[in-house]
């Protein structure tokens, strides 16, 4: 019944008029992102970049974008706080705006490249237009290690086992490098767990001043 209830509840989220979407400054059109011809870790850096910039507008820390043909095409950034919206997760404003703008025989093909791995709301929006390959950056368990807060819910790979669909479901990739982006979680009441959690786990903080992921110290 949960399954069941996400969808529903995504045919309406994932209405083309249904919510605004404001995903910063990194729309790309076809053709105009660098290549990757050697493997994932270009494009999740990517995400990790989308990721900061939602913190640093204060929103929660996690960015999305789609891949098509080796080239990005399309990315997106939580908006939860700057919108007022619960529902402007990354993973969902970039199926909103892939809606919109990318023609469903593309967004098939195209691989999703998520600089956490997706909650189960999200997974209900890649699942209802038919995302069949996702990149991720953080895991689940690791999340949880930076949230203090066992994950109780569906994973993704499991949402779309259970309802038949395939999933190439790859990751994590860099995530020693993508932990560090929840250094820039907005202040909330999970933010003072989070930064104590990061520190007890070692993680170095290096994003003061900054823009870009760079490697984390040893």
């Known amino acids: 019944m949960k399954i069941i209830f996400l969808i529903v509840l995504l045919v309406f989220v994932l209405s083309p008029t249904a919510l605004p979407v404001s995903a910063g400054d990194y729309i790309i059109s076809y053709g105009k992102e660098t290549r990757s011809p050697t493997g994932h870790e270009p494009f999740i850096r990517q995400a990790f970049e989308l990721a900061i910039s939602a913190g640093k507008k ?12 080796n080239k990005a095409i399309l990315t997106a950034e939580n908006t939860v706080h700057a919108d007022s919206n619960v529902y402007g997760h990354a993973e969902i404003n970039l199926m909103i705006k892939a809606r919109r703008e990318i023609p469903p025989e593309v967004l098939r093909e195209s691989t999703m490249y998520v600089s956490t791995a997706p909650c189960m709301l999200c997974c209900s929006a890649m699942w209802y237009r038919d995302i069949a390959r996702v990149v991720y950056g953080v895991s689940y368990k690791t999340f949880s290690k930076v949230t203090g807060v066992e994950d109780k819910s569906i994973p993704c790979e499991k949402l779309y086992q259970e309802t038949g669909k395939p999933l190439e479901w790859i990751g994590p990739v860099l995530e020693e490098e993508g932990i560090k982006v ?37």
Do not use: C, M
């Open 58 to 69: 204060g929103n929660h820390p996690f960015g999305a974008l789609l891949v098509y043909q």
């Open 182 to 218: 929840f250094y820039l979680w907005p202040q909330d009441s999970s933010q003072s767990s989070i930064l104590k959690n990061l520190e007890e786990l070692g993680i170095v903080k290096t994003l003061q001043h900054g823009d870009r992921i760079t490697p984390i110290d040893k």
